[in-house]
């Protein structure tokens, strides 16, 4: 038992940062937020070449997955550097393809798969009637109704979301439907957890990249002649925050290696929740210039709050993790 | 990257599985808060000790197996798991003994810990003064230099199990008006029986004694009884404060065991329409898994040679919030019973009250990350 990263798994994540750092993700994400998806697309494409997208994908499919802890250590990053794009979505379809390959239908994992894998094609996907995520960004747009799953051909009116680098659409209804049965339900149940988990790992990265701003911000904010970060009422609440992210961190390590939907379900709770209440803290401690949309801090305070309800709200979360507790133990 | 116990891991745990069910008592022993539980917990302990699985982490020559780091947190698994006593000794197993580890002599080691690990020696921490608690280097006790070896004068207080406990521990100013307040402090064991000595128990929040105020009045502590240098003791007792935030003082095992029982408790008697509180189980039960994984995260990293570092103050932070919200979420799902004295509920949340406040108070703690972790300016408190 060594429950560390090892070292070319932090060298992965170094890797990361460093290109994400040096590629201005800010102005990016402030681009794909008014439509235009040009800066996007080529953050995307370094990502597929650093090989986050084949991560969830298997070797058989030209991928080099599954790689779980790979995964939450590369969506840490994107979350820290706030990547816009279905990221999340990319990694669920190629869950849910694969889940239909294990399950005797190859056929789409074939088809769709290397594309996801190469980053050649960004995927999204909707879930009986939901929303997808940047429908209108995606060459890939799956839509699971009952048991089927269908290849949509088109989307309905894109809505923003509260975190305007998120862009909402339902997709048309029908299309080509490339599986249908048990099987599908149960593969989607494998694209939920793969969701989950990457979500979780991006919140963590969101909740750090408030924390470490705000820290920035009061160690140079002065009032009544002394840095803000120096009075115990600021120190306490980052001091909150911190723990509740670090907290956060095994869980969701611990659910990479498990990836039991119960351990998912907890690590995407608890880091979101983590994130959102760093969230608070960071536009409260930075005052009204963390109000303002000029002020990049604003493309993580919004994202913590959309990021706590996707892909599974801290309630159905909950009762998840429960019902993996109890339900070998009827009520006497 | 990896959770998978070895082949060793899963024998030892097995190990002490198997003992632990055929030792740990079948009626729970009275609490050891009270003369009658203390004097049976010493006979745990001695049981314990027979078979060396009082002091699992210890040198065979002290009694213990040698057991490293992840064999003592599955020990701890197991031990909360079965249901066994509390550790009468802890405050000399978990807070002393490493000390002595670390900066006592061969001499000492060889005297005090085998009869703390058969709980024939019990020991209290004397640590806070009636002036000095978080602000632990203000205090004022003296120890004065005599032939063979030294004097305590002054006041101790919060001493817990101090009003059963044989031997205590603590720090003693020894060369009073140096510039900066830890510096002149010596580290002294003393008997709590000696001469000079007068011991006046508090009364707990629950009535019963579980600590104490010592008065010292010309107390002879004998040389040997000094750990570590005379005038170096705030440095030989702060290895003492970081384990007893740290790793050694709530193993993940307590909690653990407590949320297995919540959920059953739950199981049993929570209302499924009520979401508010099934909320808090599920969160109860999570706080209590994120703790286990944190703990294995950083006894990962002291086997890989870091020592325990300021992290050891989130983790103090966290299991002592955790602790109470467990037991509040049990109270409230127990309705007009929880409010009942004598239940392993209600015991138990009226000790996790103390958490927060003890080993450190939370507000010290979050400096500590603040300033320590995140790097902000030290400032008004």
Known sequence: MRFLLDDEQRAFAASLDAMLSAADTPSAVRAWAEGDRAPGSALWSRLAEAGVFALAVPEKYEGVGPLPVELVVAYVELGRHAVPGPVVETVAAAALLNGLGERGETGPAERLLPGLAAGGSVATLAMD???????????????????????????????????????????????????????VVRAARDAVTWARLATAAQALGVGLALLDRTVAYVGQRTQFG???????????RLADAKIALEFARPLLFGAALSMTPADVAAAKVTAVEAAYATARTALQLHGAIGYTAECDLSLWLTKARALRTAWGTPAECRERVLAGLSGDRPRS | MDLTPSPADEAFRAEARTWLGAHVPTVPLPSLETEEGFAAHRVWEAELAADRWSVVSWPAAYGGRDADLMHWLAFEEEYHAAGAPGRVGQNGISLLAPTLFDHGTAEQRARVLPPMATGEVVWAQAWSEPEAGSDLASLSSRAVRVAGGWRLNGQKTWSSRAAFADRAFGLFRSQPGLPKPHQGLTYLMFDLRA????????????????????????????????????????????????????????????FLAAADRLVALWCDVGDRADRALRDRVANAVIGARAYQLFTYAGASRFLDGE???PESSMNKVFWSELDIALHETALDLLGEGGELADTAWSEGYVFSLAGPIYAGTNEIQRDIVAERLLGLPKGRR
Not at chain 2, 198 to 213: C, N, S, Y
Not at chain 2, 228 to 247: D, F, H, I
């Open chain 1, 129 to 183: 009637g939901g929303y997808a995520l940047d429908a209108d960004a995606a060459t890939v747009l799956l839509a699971m109704e009952g048991e089927s799953l269908y290849r949509a051909s088109g989307h309905g009116p894109v809505r923003a979301s509260m975190d305007r680098a998120r862009r909402l659409a339902r997709p048309e209804a029908g299309g080509e439907l490339l599986a249908r049965g048990p099987q």
């Open chain 2, 307 to 309: 020592g325990v570092g």
């Open chain 1, 226 to 236: 002394v840095p803000v970060g120096s009075f115990q009422a600021v120190k306490h």
């Open chain 2, 195 to 254: 001469p000079g000595v007068t011991v006046r128990p508090i009364g707990r929040l629950d009535g019963k004694p579980a600590f104490a105020e010592l008065f010292l009045d010309d107390v002879f502590v004998p040389d040997e009884d000094v750990i570590g240098e005379p005038g170096q003791g705030w440095r030989v007792a702060m290895s003492t404060a970081g384990n007893e935030r740290g790793l050694t003082l709530r193993s993940p095992g307590r």
